[in-house]
């Protein structure tokens, strides 16, 4: 059974940061592209940031240079690094995990995260 469990979320305010982790089980790990999506009320699921299990990365671009993901190979974590933190980035973040080309798709609770001005 498959589980991605996030942590890390909270109220900080704009200019702060925040260190979210994804840890997960149940799975071949190294093999999955892993991502961070987050969801605004009323707005739709949107790519936040997306690791290869080579370690390529992908950005939104409303968050490049501001957020950054990792990944942890060896204790099956994901990390996504969020710094300069703006009022849009208030959404409930969710952790993905992907194996290309197959039904594969897998996803966290979700980890709300705040910023306030």
């Known amino acids: 059974q498959v589980q991605l469990v996030e942590s890390g979320g909270g109220l900080v305010q704009v200019g702060g940061s925040l260190r979210l982790s994804c840890s997960a089980s149940?799975?071949?790990?190294?093999?999955?592209?892993m991502g961070w999506y987050r969801q605004a009320p009323g707005k739709q699921r949107e790519l936040v940031a997306s690791i290869s299990s080579g370690g390529r990365t992908n950005y939104a671009y409303s968050v490049k240079g501001r957020f950054t993901i990792s990944r942890d190979n060896a204790e099956n974590t994901v990390a996504l690094q969020m710094n300069s933190l703006k009022p849009e980035d208030t959404a409930i973040y969710y952790c993905?995990?992907?194996?290309?080309?197959?039904?594969?798709?897998?996803w966290g609770q979700g980890t709300q995260v705040t910023v306030s001005s």
């Open positions: 149940g799975l071949i790990f190294s093999r999955f592209v």
């Open positions: 993905n995990a992907d194996l290309l080309a197959t039904s594969h798709n897998y």
